[in-house]
């Protein structure tokens, strides 16, 4: 999924509250970088940066995050959960799903072993215990 794939989930999952777009629309992008890093952490390991890695922070519209397809959703999740977390407590509540979604894709990333490394013809993951 590109980030414009995601800028539009995201804005389908908020349709409810249009009227807040102004409010939310210049953190969108932190938004989105911040869902991708909890997803990178959980597949690799490590944290989006805004450098040249191999987890670059998405900016431009046809950026694809470096993580297995499955999990984008949930990078559009956390960012729907951030839209409606700072609102009034219905919209808070509103928020909650998406927040359970970005965390149980989180889990899942985790419980398939995130990144695999082989070593000495030896398949291993980077980690094995990440608390979520």
């Known amino acids: 999924m590109k980030l414009s794939e995601i800028k539009a989930l995201i804005m389908f999952q908020t349709s409810n509250d249009a009227e807040d777009v102004g409010d939310f629309l210049p953190y969108l992008l932190n938004y ?37 397809e499955w999990s984008h959703k949930g990078i559009a999740d956390w960012a729907t959960w951030l839209v409606y977390k700072n609102g009034n407590p219905n919209k808070q509540q509103r928020g909650m799903a ?12 985790i419980a398939s072993g995130g990144l695999a ?10 980690f094995t215990n990440i608390p979520t």
Not at 32 to 45: F, K, M, Q, T
Not at 98 to 109: K, V
Not at 117 to 126: D, L
């Open 117 to 126: 490394v082989e070593t000495s013809g030896v398949k291993t993951t980077n």
């Open 32 to 68: 989105i970088n911040e869902g991708y890093d909890r997803l990178v952490l959980a597949y690799a390991d490590e944290h989006v940066t805004s450098a040249s890695t191999g987890y670059p922070s998405l900016s431009g519209d046809s950026d694809v995050p470096n993580i297995p």
């Open 98 to 109: 998406f927040r359970y979604s970005a965390e149980e894709i989180a889990r899942l990333i």
